[in-house]
């Protein structure tokens, strides 16, 4: 396996991003889970980002990636793509920062994500029926146009705007040794891991983050075996949100 080391955000940045997103991101409950616990043995809390304005934690990574844009960037608007949940962060992040956005979603998006988009104030354009295409064809737009193109994970700040939800949890839960994370791209898990771990090490602690994917589109499993990001063939699966190939 190549070894790659990526410099990721600081606990320093993290605690910036954090002052940055708390300008429009909630601060969830931690809420614990009787059946869970019951079903494991070991006391069980959720972080609920369904609540989260938007819907989603994408909404952090989103408004703390646009913030940082020059003004020069901002006027030439932004582009995205998402099957939904980063669709809306983009949508309300470049409405409150008054930026125009480009929004390329998939064919047969749900709804109700569509729709909330497009409320936001986003020019939404549909593409292809995966992720990937819609993908591809931001890419192409912020080429044509010179739109900054906000890839939904690949990017410090959108990573840096992710962890600040390790931040809370840590806050909410101090004794916690434990953190389960859903693995789509890789943005949410990468913030929080880092953060997490970060902190734990400053205390002179261990937590231990586990990442999770749907069995339907497990990529990162064979990724992280051959030692390369490897795109796989994925198989519908009711956890649409990390279904990423």
């Known amino acids: 396996m190549n070894e790659v080391t990526v410099v990721g955000p600081t606990l320093a940045d ?25 079903v494991l043995g070991a006391p069980v809390f959720l972080k609920c980002e369904n609540l989260q304005r938007t819907g989603s934690y994408k909404i952090r990574g989103a408004y703390n990636r646009l ?33 125009k956005s480009t929004i390329f979603m ?15 104030g986003a020019e939404v354009i549909l593409r292809g029926h995966t992720v ?9 737009f912020a080429a044509e146009t010179g739109a900054i ?43 929080v891991a880092s953060v997490i771990k970060q902190t734990a090490a400053a205390q002179g602690r261990t937590v231990r983050v586990i990442g999770v994917q749907a069995a339907n589109s497990a990529p ?5 075996s051959l030692g390369e990001p490897t795109e796989i063939t994925i198989s519908p699966t009711i956890a649409d949100g990390i279904a990423v190939a």
Do not use: C, M, W
């Open 14 to 38: 993290f605690e910036l991003a954090r002052g940055v997103v708390s300008t429009v991101a909630e601060i969830t409950p931690l809420e614990s889970s009787r059946y869970l616990s019951e």
């Open 220 to 224: 990162y499993p064979l990724s992280l």
């Open 149 to 191: 193109f906000i890839h939904p994970f690949d990017h410090t700040d959108v990573v840096a705007g992710q962890g600040t939800l390790g931040l809370e949890i840590l806050d909410q839960l101090e004794d916690i040794d434990t953190v389960i994370v859903p693995i789509g791209g890789g943005g949410l898990i990468s913030g």
């Open 106 to 120: 998939p064919i047969g998006v749900a709804l109700p994500k569509l729709q909330a988009t497009k409320a936001y």
């Open 132 to 140: 990937a295409e819609p993908l591809l064809a931001a890419a192409e």
């Open 67 to 99: 913030s940082r844009l020059t003004d020069e960037e901002k006027a030439r608007g932004v582009v995205a793509a998402s099957a939904g949940n980063h669709a809306q962060g983009v949508a309300f992040a470049a409405r409150e920062l008054g930026i």
